[in-house]
Each structure stands twice: as C-alpha cells, then as structure tokens.
C-alpha cells in the first residue's frame, strides 16, 4: 500500500476513514507529529500504514479501522450519503410509526424539499 500522501498529510486536510462496520466518513486532520496523524474528532492514526493506534482501538472493536486517500469525488458521495441519511432520520420524526423507508429511493435533492416543506408545515400547526 502506497502510504507517500500520509506522510504529506498537515492540518486542515480531509482524509476518509474506513470502519469495517461502520463504513466510510470524511473526517479532518487536526494535526500531525513524525508519527502520529491526529483528527479533529482526537483519534490518532498511526502516519506508517494510516491504522487506528492500538490504544484508541476499544475491547470489543472488530472494525479495521484505517484512512483512505481522500478524493474530491470520494468526498462528495460520502458527504451526500450522510446529508441523505440525517434527511432520513428527520422524515422519519414526522412519522410516529416509524415509515422512513419509503423514503429511501428519493434523491437528496427531493429529501431536502420534502424536509423544508414538512418544517414549514409543522411550524404554521404550532403556531395555530
């Protein structure tokens, strides 16, 4: 594995950190020491190989948790892929039971609409 662009990595870059279980998240680096890459969220990778350091790695943690070289199309998709989700979550707040799936196919675009239209929405029936 090329690892050349962690040594290169200083504050305020993004880089993706991959969790088998968890998935992918672009996250920013706080600092860097000869090292050690530090983000912003205080976990520290080891600079060599781009791995989770051992002692920030918990007893039941089974992920390989690791950065990724970050591209801007990478970022994107990853970014839109969370703005969707939360999209989601606040849908599925409208809806005592629970039927946020039917909203799973819709684009974020259409999420976002959908989301300002139900806010406004709920605060005219506050407000009445």
């Not at 662009?5 to 000869?34: F, I, M």
């Not at 799936?101 to 029936?125: C, G, H, M, P, W």
Request: proline fraction near 3%; hydrophobic fraction near 35%; glycine fraction near 4%.
């Amino acid at each position: 594995m090329p690892t050349t662009w962690l040594q290169s990595l200083k504050a305020g870059d993004k880089v993706v950190v991959y969790n088998r279980n968890a998935g992918r998240r672009v996250c920013e680096v706080k600092h860097t020491t000869p090292t050690l890459i530090v983000l912003t969220d205080k976990r520290k990778f080891r600079r060599t190989d781009g791995r989770l350091t051992p002692h920030e790695c918990c007893s039941f943690c089974t992920g390989v948790t690791a950065l990724e070289q970050a591209t801007p199309e990478q970022i994107e998709e990853i970014e839109q892929a969370f703005a969707r989700a939360v999209l989601v979550d606040e849908l599925d707040e409208y809806w005592e039971e629970g039927h946020a799936d039917n909203f799973a196919a819709y684009s974020l675009a259409q999420l976002k609409s959908i989301t300002s239209i139900l806010a406004a929405r709920y605060t005219e029936v506050e407000t009445e």
